[in-house]
């Protein structure tokens, strides 16, 4: 019992020491693989326009 505690508090201080260390090297993904090329940003909230329903309009049956 004594090896599985003290192996569990190694493996805890291992994961809060290398947790650090890699804190220091992380970098968002916008700034990382910023360029000049196309830049997209937040693209809002409504990008279908005010008249969408959601639906797909049905056309009105064509008597023969």
């Known amino acids: 019992m004594k090896v599985f505690l003290v192996s569990a508090v190694v493996a805890i ?8 260390i890699l804190g220091q090297f992380h970098e968002p993904a916008y700034q990382r693989f910023a360029g000049s090329g ?14 969408w329903s ?11």
């Open 13 to 20: 201080l291992l994961a809060v020491a290398v947790s650090a």
């Open 54 to 64: 959601g639906l797909a309009p049905v056309p009105p049956a064509q008597e023969s």
């Open 38 to 51: 196309a830049y997209v940003d937040h693209p809002g909230h409504n990008l279908v326009g005010p008249d």
